[in-house]
């Protein structure tokens, strides 16, 4: 009993150090993290047996069995789903009809997910396996936390749901991911069943009010307009990313709150200059274009188009050893993937209101790198959807600021070296990230988490 009163008060300290508690931080689609609808744990009977098989899963011998301990356990609940949605889009593997939803709908699931599992392990205040059985030796480093509900199963299943949903084919495999990376932590030693369980459940009830609001957010509503015609509009058939200017955004009032202002004629001066600004980049294959050439075909890269601010991500939550903070990992991942799908929506109001014509559409001696993406210029979504998750990891990261705002801006001016926009293209672009990124900025500051 000394020995349990001792845990458990290290316990509540730990929970202290994280700052106001996880649980009572602000919530994207649940009502807030009271809403865990987490029974209490077993009695003691039951978790006496439960410790038993515990301490009999740690002494598991399978090769395979430590693999997953091992593989799950290298960062916090979300990072390897994360990991994976942005590594299947750099392999040009499935992540749903439109990835920014991948990211942003597995990212707000997840967080609302450890939310409501740290309200609950406050609410029961149970202790590790190993805290409450000396016997039982964990595999792993004993989370400085309670214990029920699991966060990794609660992490798992509403990740795994999330996509379940978005690439119905591979259902099955996103599911059983999710069990072992569940099931992983009791291996370890350092959850008992009843914790995978109690998780699990609570991670597929935050996933299917996820996509309750996923469902309802327009991307399956398909475009039923014509494409206008006349001097200075964009010409083609079938523009990709249409529907997107009619989706339901997450924070922003509307797609077009801060739609940038009408473009100049593309026969004013202005624009003229513009176009031949474009035209007379040097692009040719030689030793002094090397890197803008490099660089520009990088970020037209499945990797450069989007995955690259998640796996920056990514690399920070390893550095700072975010394992330790479950709870604020999530909430990094949420931010950033949420306000880039709120910018990919106002980008595309930005297009498809305007229909502004290509520069090798004004001017057919502008040559380019690669076909322009089939649809509108101005703004640039690359340079809207760069400058806005940028600047929300600079918002998060500070010290790292310059380095993260230097590759948007890179990715941002690519677009010009690779001669498919104009820079008042790339300006509104910037503007319209940082004004979403502003927004997403604001409600970070009034979560709870500070």
Not at 38 to 52: I, N
Not at 237 to 254: C, D, E, H, R, V
Not at 277 to 296: E, G, H, I, K
């Amino acid at each position: 009993m000394v020995r349990e009163g001792i845990v458990l008060l290290m316990a509540v300290c730990a929970f202290g150090q994280q700052g106001p508690h996880p649980g009572d931080w602000k919530t994207w689609v649940i009502s807030s993290g009271k809403e865990h609808g987490v029974p209490p744990p077993p009695d003691a009977t039951a978790t006496k047996g439960e410790l038993e098989w515990v301490r009999s899963a740690t002494n598991e011998s399978s090769a395979a069995i430590g693999e997953q301990i091992r593989y799950w356990d290298s960062g916090p609940p979300s990072y390897r789903w994360m990991e994976m949605i942005a590594k299947r889009q750099s392999a040009g593997e499935p992540v749903g009809t439109y990835f920014v939803r991948a990211y942003a709908y597995a990212s707000i699931a997840m967080y609302d997910a450890t939310v409501a599992a740290w309200n609950a392990k406050r609410e029961y205040a149970r202790v590790r396996p190993t805290q409450a059985d000396g016997a039982i030796v964990a595999r792993v480093p004993v989370p400085q936390s309670y214990s029920y509900p699991s966060d990794y199963a609660a992490t798992a299943a509403a990740a795994a749901m999330v996509m379940a949903y978005l690439v119905p084919a591979e259902a099955d495999m996103f599911m059983k991911l999710a069990e072992e990376a569940g099931k992983s932590r009791l291996y370890a030693g350092v959850e008992h069943p009843s914790d995978y369980f109690a998780g699990w459940e609570l991670g597929k009830r935050v996933a299917e009010a996820v996509i309750a609001r996923a469902r309802q957010d327009g991307a399956d509503v398909a475009w039923a307009g014509t494409i206008p015609a006349g001097r200075c509009l964009w010409t083609g058939t079938n523009p990709g990313n249409i529907s997107a200017a009619n989706w339901k955004p997450l924070l922003l009032s509307t797609p077009g709150e801060f739609r940038p202002a009408p473009p100049p004629s593309c026969d004013s001066a202005d624009v003229q200059g513009q176009v031949a600004d474009v035209r007379n980049f040097p692009r040719t294959l030689t030793a002094a274009n090397m890197m803008t050439n490099a660089r520009a075909l990088y970020w037209q890269t499945p990797e450069g188009v989007y995955p690259w601010a998640i796996l920056q991500l990514n690399q920070w939550v390893l550095e700072d050893k975010m394992e330790h903070q479950p709870a604020k990992a999530a909430r990094a991942y949420a931010l950033v993937s949420a306000a880039g799908y709120d910018a990919f929506v106002a980008s595309q109001d930005g297009k498809f209101t305007y229909w502004y014509l290509r520069p090798a559409q004004l001017d057919p001696a502008v040559t380019t790198l690669f076909p322009a993406p089939n649809f509108p210029s101005y703004p640039s979504n690359h340079s809207t959807l760069s400058s806005s998750r940028a600047e929300v990891m600079a918002h998060l990261y500070p010290e790292r600021a310059a380095g993260i705002l230097a590759l948007a801006k890179e990715a941002g001016d690519s677009r010009i070296w690779a001669g498919i926009h104009y820079e008042m293209d790339n300006q509104a672009g910037v503007t319209l990230g940082k004004n979403v990124a502003g927004k997403y900025i604001a409600w970070a500051a009034n979560d709870g988490s500070h």
